[in-house]
């Protein structure tokens, strides 16, 4: 059986169109490449500090 | 660094593959699970602009324009040029008042969100109402009225929400949830049952089972009446609509090639005119022509003939010793006509004659005429003395003088100029200088 108060809490608000903006600004656009390559660059900074 | 480009190649062919898959569940209206692996398909590869745009496009078939707005935006700015995503945003903002509509719907979806969990849900119904007339394809708000319709226990306008966003999203999960719900409280639930029941029941028949279907009826006599009418309706329509048009075509087909055949007939026989008519032209040239030739040649024998009528008639004058009027007819006779050897001789020897003495006979009668009072007379008479003899002061003076008495200054005066010009020691030039007032 539904559970209308549980169900309810569920729905968000709609963006509305003068916040496309901030929402843009706040988009993560992080992707796959991004983060490996943040991965390569930490390793290599860590390889440097061991030396 | 190579690795890191493999690891970028395989992002890259792992987004493309979620790309492909959001791509197909949108081709069958599961915009659910079409988002899903497009934001899978950018976690991979955010510049997979196709991916980035179809996303948009979902957001936008559901209601979410801002959404959508902020993929399209992002995108066009990820990929500058060959972007649809700039055609979707021009689209968009281009007509005037559009985003103004849209921004106020989301607005009141909003408020009624708001109303609804704040315990008014009949505010938040009417709200969700007004929102889904004016846009229909918004899947939250139909959502939000279908879940505050089952609160209140209306499933058939719940029902009509979610049947509303199943047409738009096939594989809603919650709308899916929700209409099971409906289903089961309205009774649908078990007829759907039972019919899924006889499609697909098995059980072995005997030899004597007839199967029936559920709409067999016996035939009275009256309904047997009303189906052989039904069938020749039918016939008739189906001869209406199937056999007809294509007769029809066949006879514009066969008007069309017989329009086609007369044309060319048309078309040869405007040939053969215009052909006749280019030798009518060349006939009717060829006629002028010769008629013109054939006038010249009469025209010139006349003359011939008629010069030859005036030397007999001079010869005849001569004959009579009548000499004035013998120097009259040689005045029109034309010697250069004869051509005859015999007759040259007769012309030659008459013209002599008339350069001696003909021209003096001519003079007198001019001046007989003009003491006669017959100026006119005086005149050809003196003037055609002139053509057998010109050199001649004294014919020229006569003359001169008739004009004068004629009071036709400007010939007199003429003559006058010729003769002091001409003949300036002459007696006849110095009247004519008289008659000037020099």
């Known amino acids: 059986m539904i559970n209308f108060e549980e169900e309810l809490k569920q729905f968000k608000p709609s963006l509305e169109v003068e916040k496309i903006e901030d929402a843009i600004v706040d988009s993560d656009l992080t992707d796959m490449a991004d983060i490996m390559m943040n991965l390569i660059k930490e390793g290599s900074e860590s390889k440097k500090r061991n030396e | 660094m190579s690795r890191f480009t493999d690891y970028t190649e395989k992002c890259r062919r792992i987004s493309n593959s979620f790309y492909n898959a959001g791509l197909e569940k949108a081709r069958i209206r599961d915009l659910t699970g079409a988002s899903q692996c497009l934001k899978r398909s950018l976690q991979f590869d955010k510049y997979n602009t196709d991916a980035r745009n179809l996303l948009g496009l979902i957001y936008y078939e559901i209601g979410e324009t801002a959404e959508a707005l902020v993929q399209w935006v992002i995108s066009s700015n ?180 017989e329009l086609n055949r007369v044309l060319e007939q048309v078309n040869q026989k405007n040939m053969e005119i215009d052909r006749l008519e280019n030798q009518e032209a060349v006939v009717q040239d060829a006629r002028d022509d010769a008629e013109t030739r054939l006038q010249g040649m009469i025209q010139e024998h006349a003359g011939v003939l008629a010069q030859y009528q005036t030397l007999v008639r001079i010869l005849q004058a001569y004959k009579n010793e009548d000499f004035p009027t013998a120097a ?111």
């Open chain 2, 328 to 438: 009259e007819l040689y005045t029109g006779f034309d010697a250069s006509l004869i051509d005859e050897e015999t007759m040259m001789a007769i012309v030659t020897e008459i013209r002599t004659d008339m350069e001696e003495r003909g021209w003096q006979v001519l003079a007198d009668q001019g001046s007989q005429a003009e003491a006669a009072g017959d100026h006119e007379l005086a005149l050809t008479y003196f003037r055609n003395s002139l053509n057998i003899r010109g050199d001649n002061p004294q014919v020229m003076l006569d003359m001169a003088m008739v004009y004068k008495a004629m009071e036709d200054e400007e010939k007199a005066n003429e003559l006058f100029g010729q003769i002091i010009l001409n003949y300036p020691n002459t007696e006849q030039a110095a009247q004519a200088r008289t008659e000037r007032g020099y």
């Open chain 2, 78 to 257: 990820l990929q500058q040029d060959h972007n649809r995503a700039t055609y979707y945003l021009h689209e968009l903002q281009g007509k005037p008042g559009r985003l103004e509509d849209e921004s106020v719907h989301i607005r009141r979806y909003n408020q009624a969100l708001m109303q609804a969990q704040n315990d008014n849900p009949d505010l938040a119904i009417l709200q969700l109402q007004r929102v889904v007339d004016h846009k229909p394809n918004y899947i939250k708000a139909h959502m939000l009225l279908a879940l505050l319709y089952l609160e209140k226990a209306d499933y058939t306008k719940a029902g009509k929400s979610l049947y509303q966003v199943l047409q738009i999203d096939k594989n809603h999960p919650k709308a899916s949830w929700y209409m099971s719900v409906v289903k089961k409280n309205t009774g649908r639930a078990d007829i759907e049952r039972r019919r899924l029941k006889n499609a697909f029941s098995h059980h072995q028949m005997e030899d004597d089972d007839i199967i029936l279907p559920p709409s067999y009826k016996e035939n009275t006599g009256w309904q047997m009446v009303l189906h052989i009418i039904a069938g020749f309706a039918i016939g008739a329509a189906a001869i209406f609509f199937l056999v007809m048009p294509s007769r029809e075509a066949q006879l514009h087909e066969e008007h069309n090639q």
